[in-house]
């Protein structure tokens, strides 16, 4: 009879797996095995090893995880539900073969990849110009990303914060996200106090010191729908609060065994490295870069688990002095500190200056793409009331890093408590909320950079102005072709041409998105610089000049 069990149980699973549904190309794949054998500990007393064979017979080995019911209960005594989730790269038949580490029979399985419903794939530095993002890092993107921060926003009803938070960056464009529920440790009294209440505010995904005992699957289950979501639009989702939540009286990342730490890891990237548009694992905000007990111990275990080898990084707050070149880090996350000073009290009222974020974002490109994750003028959460930021602030520094060849991140609404969707102090996609104009100065840059320039081919080149205030004026270009000069209030600057036709050319106004057309430049000399002068120096200009 024991036997006649066993077969009928592997019947149910083999039948199960070869029922999926097609996936698509860089989609999800996922499907669900059960073990009831006896564990004193489900998560770690044994592993679901996965190989997977792809139409053109590439092997990749992978993990599965426990996960309780399948839908969010159980414990580490509870539950019999294991699962594989795997990203196809390849159109055609997948195969897979599971063992289990302990000797329970496994099985094996197929799915089809299609073509139809592609996802973009996965975020890489861009192969021919690193100063860049680009899916696979081959099909260049300019991001448009926004820092959301709702902590405890993924346990309130998941419809109404579609209609009113993530639909709104849908309808604006907006194809990255920061955020501080992925992963969820702290702070979760930080919701949309406007939305329905948080079903629960339990939603550390561990208590400190004892991972693998402890892990909450309904936390995993509710982060998983709102990163998935977002997989399903295509938009990238940065990490920003990380696994140490040291920082923000949460579970320490040091207070885990070494073998805790590997097991999460390993836990972590099998639930979560399937999902394309993870776009940047991160330790912890503001932090050196180089402690093997900390974030150069996590990102060694990261880029040995992660197949996928998504993103990277750390947060540098001074980057005048960093770490990025190390290879385990895959792009710099920076922070626009001590760069005029070696300390920060002598510099703190420049923090909202453009030519600081500008500066931080040069320093921090060691051939790997810069993305200004904190800067000081671009949140109007928390360091718009420490700084005195303005709006024009912002607005200039957003070019002041596009322009240092960075992406960057920002945010419209305020308040770190009491947190809104609508209103004033909400999202900065409202009427009534005057970060409206903020987000309308974002979409003309973001128009500009994805219509009108190959910004992918372009890179920093402040080296070809002159005669100009110094720090006041930059310039992005790929010489002889393309050119972006970003000029505040107007100011008349010098730039260096290579020799060639230029017919199409204008000023654009920064403030309202009007273009004034500039005359043919007919450049014999490439030697001597062009003398340009905005049309006023009542707003801020860019100038695009054009073969």
């Not at 899916?135 to 902590?151: A, D, I, M, Q, R």
């Amino acid at each position: 009879m024991k036997k006649i069990a066993i077969l009928l149980l592997l019947f149910v699973q083999i039948t199960s797996l070869f029922a999926a549904d097609p996936v698509s190309l860089y989609r999800l794949f996922e499907t669900s095995v059960v073990n009831n054998e006896v564990y004193q500990n489900r998560f770690t007393d044994v592993e679901l090893l996965v190989q997977y064979q792809a139409p053109s017979g590439r092997l990749f080995d992978f993990r599965g995880f426990f996960d309780g019911d399948g839908k969010g209960g159980g414990d580490m005594n509870e539950g019999n539900v294991w699962k594989m989730r795997f990203m196809p790269n390849e159109t055609g038949i997948w195969k897979y073969v599971y063992r289990w580490s302990d000797g329970t029979p496994g099985g094996d399985g197929r799915f089809e990849c299609t073509s139809e419903g592609s996802g973009k794939g996965i975020l890489k530095p861009y192969d021919k110009n690193p100063h860049w993002f680009a899916y696979n890092g081959t099909e260049p993107v300019w991001l448009k990303s926004y820092y959301e921060t709702g902590h405890g926003s993924i346990a309130q009803d998941f419809d109404w914060i579609i209609e009113n938070v993530y639909g709104k960056l849908v309808e604006h464009g907006y194809n990255h996200v920061q955020v501080n529920w992925l992963l969820s440790l702290c702070c979760f009294e930080q919701y949309y106090n406007d939305g329905p209440k948080p079903a629960t505010l339990d939603l550390a995904l561990y208590e400190e010191g004892n991972v693998d005992e402890t892990m909450k699957l309904d936390v995993w289950h509710r982060m998983e729908r709102h990163l998935g979501w977002f997989n399903q639009q295509d938009i990238g989702v940065h990490m920003f609060l990380g696994v140490d939540g040291s920082k923000n009286d949460a579970p320490a990342w040091k207070k885990l065994s070494l073998t805790q730490k590997d097991f999460f890891v390993r836990y972590m990237v099998a639930r979560l490295a399937p999902f394309a548009n993870l776009a940047g694992w991160n330790y912890v905000w503001e932090i050196p870069g180089n402690r093997e007990d900390e974030e150069l111990g996590f990102t060694r275990l990261i880029n040995q688990y992660d197949i996928f080898e998504h993103l990277c990084t750390y947060e540098d707050e001074f980057p005048r002095e960093n770490f990025f070149h190390l290879p385990e880090y895959t792009f710099a996350a920076v922070e626009n500190h001590e760069i005029a000073a070696p300390d920060k009290n002598e510099e703190r009222h420049l923090w909202k200056e453009p030519w600081t974020h500008h500066m931080a974002c040069l320093l921090g490109y060691v051939g790997k793409p810069v993305y200004m994750i904190e800067g000081n003028a671009l949140w109007r959460r928390f360091w718009q009331e420490r700084t005195g930021a303005t709006q024009d602030d912002l607005r200039r520094s957003v070019w002041a890093c596009a322009t240092a060849g960075a992406s960057f991140t920002w945010c419209g609404h305020a308040s770190e408590y009491e947190l809104m969707a609508k209103g004033p102090e909400g999202l900065p996609f409202y009427d009534e909320n005057p970060y409206k104009l903020s987000e309308k100065y974002i979409s003309i840059l973001s128009d500009l950079m994805t219509n009108e320039l190959a910004f992918y081919r372009m890179t920093p080149s402040d080296q070809l102005l002159s005669n100009h205030s110094a720090l006041q004026v930059y310039a992005l270009a790929e010489p002889g072709e393309q050119y972006l000069v970003f000029a505040p209030d107007g100011e008349p600057f010098s730039l260096k041409l290579e020799s060639g036709t230029y017919s199409n050319n204008f000023w654009l106004n920064t403030e309202t998105g009007d273009k004034k057309t500039l005359k043919e430049i007919i450049k014999a000399n490439g030697d001597e610089p062009v003398d340009f002068k905005a049309p006023d120096q009542s707003v801020d200009w860019a100038l695009v000049i054009r073969k």
